[in-house]
């Protein structure tokens, strides 16, 4: 009975024993080295939870941090290819716009060529030089623009103080005014512009036609048939004169022009002179004086006579008469 006590008695035991095991894991019945192991094991444990709760939660963040870091990418890499694609747009732009101001073709077409250098036609040459038997060479004289000209070096300068310029008045168009026989006359030639010394071009004015002299006749009319010769201005365009303001056409008789006596060898005549046609002209036949001379003073035929020379020749003078 008593055995049978010891030993329910030690069931037990070794069942509380059991039970204290499996409730307590960190209990060690081998005293410290036990539970040092167990505690090792148990921080490993521990730790291994642990790390893999911040793992788990590190993994996230990362991830959470990966996809921001890869947006930001992203976002880097769209602004970056933005801001490269801007610059090499203004790259290229400002490329372009250098070459153009710099007059150099964006063709890759080569800048004309200077002063002796070889070419083929006038293009290759800069300008004043033409391509003269595969060179270029100065176009000595020319003009390159208003009041300027191309010298031996192929340079466009200033043309001397007083050279003609610009467009030119035709003088042949306007009046110069009576010369010294009467006849109203057109100017000659042609007006240019003048280079003043700064290089500017001053426009010819009708005036400067006065000192080119006198050309055409403008209204052919004789110093005496002039009927007025105010009538004849100068600078005035030639086609608006009035010849009939200016001289006599309607036959008159002047100081100048009338009947005229032409003694000849064999006979004498009066010849009628008028003022006609823009001119003193004869008008209409001679008047003959017969056996009479004519009075070159009052050119009119003698009536009679004092002598042989009053007669026309094979006359006579005899009591106041020329007889044969």
């Known amino acids: 009975m008593v055995r049978r006590s010891a030993r329910l008695s030690l069931s037990a035991a070794l069942l509380a024993l ?22 090792d094991a148990t921080a490993e444990v ?28 992203d976002s880097a890499s769209t602004s970056a290819g933005t801001t490269t694609a801007e610059t090499t747009a203004a790259d ?22 200077p002063l002796d250098a070889q070419c083929v036609d006038k293009s290759d040459c800069c300008a004043c030089t033409s391509c003269v038997d595969g060179t270029c060479q100065a176009d000595i004289g020319l003009a390159c623009g208003e009041c ?9 300068v200033l043309e001397a103080v007083d050279a003609p310029c610009g467009e030119a008045i035709d003088c042949a168009a306007l009046s110069c005014g009576p010369d010294g026989t009467g006849r109203c006359r057109a100017c ?16 010819a004015e009708p005036s400067g036609c006065l000192d080119n002299g006198e050309g055409e006749i403008a209204i052919s009319c004789t110093l005496s048939c002039v009927k007025d010769i105010q009538a ?8 608006s004169l009035v010849a009939n303001a200016y001289c006599l056409n309607d036959g008159s008789i002047t100081a100048g ?14 010849r009628q002179f008028r003022c006609w046609e823009g001119g003193c002209k004869t008008k209409g036949a001679a008047i003959d004086c017969d056996k009479y001379r004519c009075d070159l003073d009052t050119d009119v035929c003698f009536e009679s006579c004092t002598g042989n020379q009053q007669c026309t020749f094979a006359f006579t003078c005899m009591d106041n008469m020329c007889v044969p």
């Open 46 to 73: 521990s730790t291994g939870a642990s790390a893999s709760d911040s793992g788990s939660e590190s993994g996230s963040s990362a991830s959470s941090t990966t996809s921001t870091t890869s947006s930001g990418s």
């Open 18 to 39: 059991c039970a204290c095991q499996l409730l307590n894991p960190k209990w060690d019945p081998y005293g410290d080295e036990s539970e040092a192991g167990s505690g």
């Open 92 to 113: 290229t732009s400002s490329s372009t716009a250098g070459e153009t101001s710099t007059g150099t073709s964006t063709t890759g077409d080569p800048e004309c060529q």
């Open 148 to 156: 300027r000209v191309c010298d031996g070096d192929g340079q466009c």
């Open 232 to 239: 004849c201005p100068q600078l005035v365009a030639v086609d």
């Open 188 to 203: 000659a030639g042609q007006e240019h512009g003048r280079c003043d010394a700064g290089g500017a071009c001053v426009p």
């Open 257 to 270: 022009c009338h009947d005229q006596c032409a003694n000849e060898a064999l006979y004498s005549e009066i």
